[in-house]
């Protein structure tokens, strides 16, 4: 699977918007851009994911560079609640998981602090 | 989304016991669960995957005998600590995989501690 990288920590201020960078400069053709995030002892909660093309949902947006080796992940108006380590992973999109082809490797994520 | 529940949420137990925890897919059939452990400060790492009607597979350095796992329905996959030691207390989480959506989802997480 293709490596990421993100900083380690950022900062926003409560209300603006948040902006995540994720390196991917390895990512092969078929690999999906997933984000997660941690809140503090709990599970991980999936946000979103996508392959080429700008992805939003109900809880942020995804852009994608064209040539796909970086990404960002934007929650538009950032709450107190979205205080988390939020993790970048890049996965083939398998439908079927046999085996462990479908787990998810984490790396060390970025750790967003919203401050009020 | 598709749930997916842990139980217990915390345990507590002394060095030598053992500890099972379940993991269930509320909404939607699982034929794999996988299986993570995180330390204090640091990121989840994948210990093994359960497999529905199958043996589960384990990731290097993960003692299959030790670990043991059950996947007895596609619904419910259980983890049990056998002989738990200090070194074993940790943030147990699994997930599962919903199919057809290339997502998965991960259930709340079962902190254990071994006195």
């Known amino acids: 699977d293709a490596k990421t990288t993100q900083p380690p920590s950022m900062d926003c201020a409560e209300g603006r918007a948040a902006n995540l960078p994720c390196n991917h400069s390895?990512?092969?053709?078929?690999?999906?851009v997933y984000w997660y995030r941690q809140i503090h002892s709990q599970g991980p909660q999936y946000i979103i994911h996508?392959?080429?093309n700008n992805e939003t949902n109900e809880m942020a947006s995804l852009i994608i560079t064209e040539d796909r080796k970086s990404s960002t992940l934007i929650l538009p108006h950032a709450t107190l609640r979205d205080t988390a380590v939020y993790y970048c992973?890049?996965?083939?999109?398998?439908?079927?998981?046999?085996?462990?082809?479908?787990?998810?490797?984490f790396g060390k994520g970025t750790k967003l602090s919203v401050k009020p | 989304g598709a749930v997916v529940s842990q139980h217990p949420s915390w345990v507590i137990c002394k060095s030598g016991t053992s500890v099972k925890i379940e993991c269930r897919s509320l909404?939607?059939?699982?034929?794999?669960m996988f299986w993570y452990r995180q330390f204090p400060k640091q990121s989840l790492m994948l210990m093994a995957t359960?497999?529905?009607?199958?043996?589960?597979?384990?990731e290097q350095g993960v003692e299959k005998d030790k670990f043991l796992i059950n996947h007895a329905s596609l619904t419910l996959s259980t983890l049990t600590v056998t002989s738990a030691h200090p070194e074993d207390s940790s943030f147990y989480i699994c997930?599962?995989?919903?199919?057809?959506?290339?997502?998965?989802?991960f259930g709340p997480g079962t902190r254990l501690l071994v006195l």
């Open positions: 997930s599962a995989p919903l199919q057809g959506s290339k997502t998965q989802y």
């Open positions: 390895t990512i092969s053709g078929n690999e999906y």
């Open positions: 996508g392959l080429k």
């Open positions: 992973i890049v996965r083939a999109g398998i439908v079927n998981y046999g085996g462990s082809q479908g787990n998810l490797i």
């Open positions: 909404d939607f059939q699982a034929t794999t």
């Open positions: 359960s497999n529905e009607g199958s043996k589960a597979t384990y």
